[in-house]
């Protein structure tokens, strides 16, 4: 119930300060396993995917945002999980597995952090995809780093934010992790903005 009024309140507060708009929604599967990834370049990245997937989606958020006992139940009602970065966190793997096979999506950033840049992405998603069997389904996510940067103090409101949801793809029979990866990046970069 929380995630629902939370990401309601979130659809008002994109449209009305950013005028979000969300290209693609038909390609959304009903039901199923899938593994939502998403480029990421701001901490409104989390919120903009959540208003543009009309599921409940899960994610993960570095284990540091979960010591203020308060902020941290507030996010887990929200559908998120701790993740220790950069140190090959199995137990995180495992739950996303977990999560995938229960039909809950899973909203993943590839790029690991708010940077931009494919180049400094990992295979986890596409190990999560090869683990799971889930379709993985593209989501290119414009605007947020101009609304909110990475290192800025604030918002700046009444920039444009928009959301391109692109078709869902799948590790081919024999395709590496890292030409999977690849595939990614290109199948979220070559949305078209709303």
């Known amino acids: 119930m929380v995630y629902s009024i939370v990401t309601t309140f979130f659809w008002f507060f994109f449209k009305l300060f950013y005028g ?5 929604r038909e390609n959304i599967p009903v039901g199923g396993k899938i593994l939502v ?8 990245d989390p919120p903009a995917a959540s208003v ?15 010591v203020n006992k308060y902020f941290g139940a507030f996010i887990r009602m929200l559908n ?21 096979n229960d039909g809950h999506p899973l909203l993943v950033f590839p790029q690991g952090h708010r940077c931009g ?5 990992g295979n986890g998603a596409a190990l999560l ?21 990475p290192g800025a103090k604030g918002l700046k409101f009444f920039t444009k934010v928009s959301v391109a949801i692109g078709k869902p793809i799948m590790l081919e029979e024999g395709e590496s992790l890292d030409d999977f990866t690849k595939r990614m ?9 709303v």
């Open 80 to 100: 998120a999980h701790p993740v220790a970065r950069g140190e090959g966190d199995i137990r995180a793997i495992r739950d996303s597995i977990a999560i995938i």
């Open 185 to 193: 990046a290109v199948a979220v970069e070559s949305q078209l903005p």
């Open 129 to 149: 995809a090869k683990k799971s069997g889930a379709q993985v389904l593209p989501l290119c996510i414009r605007g947020t780093d101009k609304a909110f940067p």
């Open 117 to 121: 840049d494919w180049a400094k992405a």
């Open 37 to 44: 990834v998403s480029n990421h370049m701001s901490h409104l």
């Open 20 to 24: 979000i708009e969300v290209k693609g």
């Open 52 to 66: 543009a997937i009309p599921r409940h989606m899960h994610y993960f958020a570095k284990k540091e945002l979960f």
